[in-house]
């Protein structure tokens, strides 16, 4: 079932402290996860395969490439690590990009938190505000992305607008 996230990414190098900023929220602590992104060819927005120790899933999303606070459809798939569904997606679609990355994640309510250390770009932080049944609504997603924007300080100049992946293949041309 589809839904909706609206979610912003940041280039911080005060990682360590927006997480602390965080902590004095009393978010839940879901794990410190070390994912590897495989994003594949399609002809409409992106799709990866995530696979982890704490999340493994096919994730198909669409969202605009702006520097801020975004909507971003989703499709997931959570399933058990399979290298046969790899195998499958790398023959059909072919690799478009791979993301390596250390994640910390985090939850309070329905937003979620990802303290990111991507191999070859540095850090960030990630904030996705999620209504997986529609019960929320986009304006207050909004609001939560804008009120954890404010409290770790995030300025227009800090928003990256565009994946890892975009990120990762912009860097090896």
């Known amino acids: ?88 997606l790398t023959k059909t679609l072919g690799i478009k990009a791979v993301v390596d990355k250390r994640r910390k994640i985090y939850f309070i309510g329905n937003v979620k938190f990802h303290f990111d250390t991507v191999e070859g770009l540095g850090t960030f932080v990630e904030v996705e505000a999620i209504d997986k049944d529609g019960s929320i609504g986009a304006e207050k997603l909004q609001a939560q992305c804008h009120q954890y924007a404010a409290l770790f300080g995030i300025t227009e100049k800090d928003y990256c607008p565009v994946s890892y992946s975009d990120m990762i293949l912009e860097k090896t041309k």
């Not at 909706?4 to 940041?10: D, V």
């Open 1 to 88: 079932m589809p839904h909706l996230n609206i979610e912003f990414k940041a280039k911080s190098n005060r990682i360590e402290e927006l997480e602390s900023l965080l902590l004095q929220h009393n978010p839940q602590f879901i794990g410190e996860d070390h994912q590897v992104d495989t994003y594949f060819h399609v002809p409409a927005g992106r799709l990866k395969l995530r696979e982890g120790n704490i999340e493994n899933a096919l994730i198909h999303y669409e969202r605009e490439n702006t520097a801020s606070a975004k909507a971003s459809h989703v499709l997931l798939y959570q399933h058990t690590p399979d290298k046969s569904l790899k195998d499958i």
